[in-house]
Structures are given as C-alpha cells and as structure tokens.
C-alpha cells in the first residue's frame, strides 16, 4: 500500500517540479496567436477553453492503454508502478507536452509534417505511413476491446455483430463532424465519469486495505520473459505512448494560448499516469497474485479484470458505473484515432478539409480497413499495436530533441527517454515472434548498435540544421497548405 500512495503522490509533484521545468526549457510565448485562431475554419481549427480541451486531451490518449496495459503489466509486480512513475514524468509527459507545444508553434502540425520538418523528407513519408497504419490499429483495438466488455454486460441480449456495427457508426458520425459538435460537447462529460470510476476504484482500494504489494525485486520474470524491453511496451498508455503524438496535434489546434500547454499536455498525461497505477494495484491485490490473475486473464482478458475488479470494489451498481467508464475510454479514443488518420492524410495530400465530402472519401476506406481487422486476435493486434505505439513514441521524441537542439535549449530532456526506448522497442522486434525472432542476447547487440547509429546521426543532422538555422516556427499568417 505505501508503494502505492508513494507513487500517486510522486506523480502529483511531477507536474509541479518537472513539469514547470520542462515548460521552461521549451519557453511558452503568451503573446503568440495560436493555430485555433490564425487558422481557424470552424472544423478541426477552433478555440476552445482549456478545462474543455484538457478533459478531452485525458480522453484522446487514454484509450484502455492505461487499463489493460498496466493490467498485464501487473504480472511483473510493484516494479510496474516504477515504470509509470518515472516513465510518465521523465518520458511521457515530456513527449506528450513537446509533441503538443512544437504542433502548436507549426500551424498545428501532425507528427509526420513534423518528422519531415525536423528529421527529414524521407521520414515524413515513412511516419506518414506508419502513423495511420498505428492509428488504424489503435481504432481496431478500440473498437474490440469497448464491444466484448459492452457484450458482457448486455447478458446476451445483443449480438457482438451488432454492438461493433453501432460503435462504427458512430466513429464515423465523430470523425467526420466538426471537433465542436460531439467531441467539444459531450467528452467533457464523459471526462468526469472517467475519473470519478477510476478515483472510485483507486478509494476502495485504500479504504478496505487491499494487499496492493510493496515494491520488491523477486518473482520478476513472468513465464521467464525479461523485464527489458517486454515491461516498457506492455505498459505503454500511463508511462509513455506515441499514440499520443497522434492525438494532441487535435488539441494543438484548439489551444487558445501557449501557457495552457503544461495543464494539457503534460497534466493530463500524469492524469493518465494516476489512472494507470490504481489499475495496476487493483490487478496486483485481487486477484490472488500473479497466478489468480494470470488465470483470470487467460480465461476473459483484460476486460475480465476491470469487470471482475469494478464489482468487487464498487458493488454491482457502481462497478457497472465503473465498466461504462472503462468503456468511454477506448471508444473516445477510438473516433479520435480516425479523426487524427483523416486528418494526417488530408495534410499529406494537401486536401483541405472544410466541405463534408472530402472527409467522407478519405475517412471510409479507413472504416472498412478496421472492420476486417476485428476479425484478427485481440493479444496479436495488441502486440504489433504495442511495438507500433512505442517505435511512434520514440520519433516524436527524436523530434523533440531536434527541435531543442536546434534552438540551444537543454535537448536532454527528450533525447535520453529517446534513446532509451530506442533501444528498447529494437530489442523487442529483433527478438519477438512477430518480429525477427532472434536470441535475446543477439537483440540485445543488435539494438545497442543500432540504437549507437541513431544517436550518430542525429548529431550530425542536429548540427547541420543548426548552422543552417532551420526555421522552428510556421509563419501564423501563412494558411497556405492547411487541410
């Protein structure tokens, strides 16, 4: 119990230290109009305020990342609440702030117009590419994931076919309309629900005094898979995701002033953090430890956990609240996960996006890509969303960097969590079965050289945009080549 409270507490000052110290690395400039005016067309650039658009920034890159990720995180014990602690400020919220800020000060750009800016044109094509194949991934999973907890609690008086027809629908519904008109009034609602289920659940635990376990270094290796890098990608949502780096672009174009950014970006990705470490905990202490629960995953999955948690701790009524909170999140991330593909696209090929038709024409094949999906294996479409959610994370970091690098700032902040997960989402995809399927000491080499080689050239490159003097900012007035 005291490994936990420690670390929510942890999490809390992090925003206040950390945070206001990353907020002065970057240097906010109050006096800078912001996409959501200088562009504004009433569809996806609009202003809105911050307590609206910090609700619905927790919603976008919440998902159930911060629910079933630190679920299964939780069969490797209280050294998970370490990784969201320390992952969440020193990396996460890092990523999720920069992402936001840098979006903001270039027209509200996505990561791949970010990526090619600031890493290069050939990158720009290849995150173009990898963003919406992880956006679609993301969109899949979070469509299966709300539709088997929604057929669990409809006590089989509906169809799965029927429940994963009505959330398409409506994802398109979402998608396609202006960011005011669902999004901007309802998420905010919704928003509430989502931290009072999980404050519910995180009070229950401290007021009944559940065995939530202190932290310790034995029984680490479930099933004898290592900690490294395997901890890193099961936990991503609540410590660090590149998801993000899709979504906050959507925000970045409705922040009405630069200095809202550390309460947006980086507030609610430790909201998230906080969220993550009552999942954890409840996942650690009910279930009977490692064994109950990998039973209990084996048998129902994640979404078995947060049903079976919810009751326990809240009773029929409230853990029935509880789900339908649970629920919110992956739905909420899911319509803006094809929202930010529509949006990627339509800057790609440079197609503004003002009339419904054009939205229409890019957002359905997207559609159809996702509904065939649903077919695949939830634990293997998690797997490639895994490693697809980090490998993302770890470019916007390198754009961080680059970014700080080139404007003499402290460029530490982004590029040692860049490294880090460099190295860490290589390793995993040179052992993996879904990957390379290399020994584990060969993928240990071969991410430490290839994770060298990055580093290499991102100096060289950093230094050479450096005496170019490569432009940070877009001209606010330019609205030229705005989808």
């Not at 996460?92 to 996505?110: C, E, F, K, P, W």
């Not at 739905?331 to 009339?355: E, H, V």
């Not at 479409?381 to 680059?402: C, D, E, H, K």
Request: charged fraction near 10%; charge should be positive; hydrophobic fraction near 55%.
């Amino acid at each position: 119990m005291y490994t936990f409270l420690i670390a929510i507490i942890l999490l809390v000052i992090g925003y206040f230290t950390y945070g206001k110290f990353v907020e002065k690395v970057f240097g906010v400039n109050e006096g800078r109009t912001t996409p959501a005016y200088a562009n504004q067309d009433n569809v996806d650039y609009l202003p809105m305020n911050s307590k609206k658009n910090s609700l619905i920034q927790l919603l976008n890159i919440a998902g159930v990342g911060p629910i079933f990720g630190p679920i299964m995180g939780a069969l490797y014990g209280p050294v998970a609440f370490l990784w969201i602690v320390f992952g969440c400020i020193f990396a996460g919220a890092v990523h999720d702030y920069l992402t936001g800020m840098i979006s903001i000060r270039n027209r509200g750009a996505h990561l791949p117009e970010l990526a090619g800016k600031f890493l290069g044109n050939v990158m720009k094509h290849v995150v173009n590419v990898f963003a919406v194949l992880l956006l679609v991934l993301v969109g899949t999973v979070f469509v299966s994931a709300p539709a088997e907890l929604l057929f669990s609690l409809s006590n089989g008086w509906t169809t799965m076919s029927l429940i994963l027809a009505a959330i398409f629908v409506y994802f398109i519904i979402a998608t396609l309309l202006p960011v005011d008109k669902i999004i901007g009034r309802v998420y905010p609602f919704l928003g509430a629900l989502l931290l009072i289920s999980a404050l519910g659940v995180g009070g229950m635990l401290v007021f009944t005094g559940a065995p939530i376990p202190e932290l310790s270094f034995t029984n680490l290796h479930p099933d004898n898979a290592p900690i490294f890098p395997l901890l890193f990608l099961t936990i991503s949502c609540g410590a660090l995701s590149g998801f993000h780096a899709t979504q906050t672009p959507i925000i970045s174009r409705t922040t009405q002033n630069e200095k809202q950014g550390r309460k947006i970006f980086y507030g609610m990705m430790i909201a998230e953090g906080i969220i993550a470490m009552i999942w954890a905990a409840a996942a650690m202490s009910l279930f009977n430890g490692p064994a109950g629960l990998n039973e209990l995953l084996a048998d129902g999955g994640p979404a078995a956990i947060v049903s079976e948690a919810s009751t326990l701790m809240l009773g029929a009524v409230g853990g029935t609240l509880a789900v339908l909170g649970v629920i919110v999140l992956p739905i909420t991330s899911g319509d803006t996960a094809f929202r930010s593909a529509r949006m990627i696209i339509a800057d790609y090929i440079k197609l503004p996006q003002k009339k419904w038709r054009s939205r229409l024409w890019i957002a359905l094949p997207l559609f159809a890509i996702s509904f065939v999906l649903t077919n695949i294996d939830f634990e293997l479409l998690w797997r490639y969303f895994s490693w697809a959610n980090q490998s993302t994370a770890v470019i916007a970091l390198w754009v961080g960097s680059m970014y700080l690098f080139i404007a003499k700032k402290n460029y530490w902040i982004a590029m040692i969590p860049g490294i880090f997960m460099t190295m860490a989402t290589t390793t995993y995809i040179l052992n993996a079965p879904i990957g390379f399927g290399l020994p584990m000491n060969l993928s240990y080499i071969g991410a430490a050289i290839a994770t060298i080689i990055v580093t290499v050239l991102f100096f060289q490159a950093a230094k050479k945009a450096r005496a170019n003097q490569l432009p940070l900012e877009e001209n606010i007035n330019d609205k030229n080549n705005v989808a």
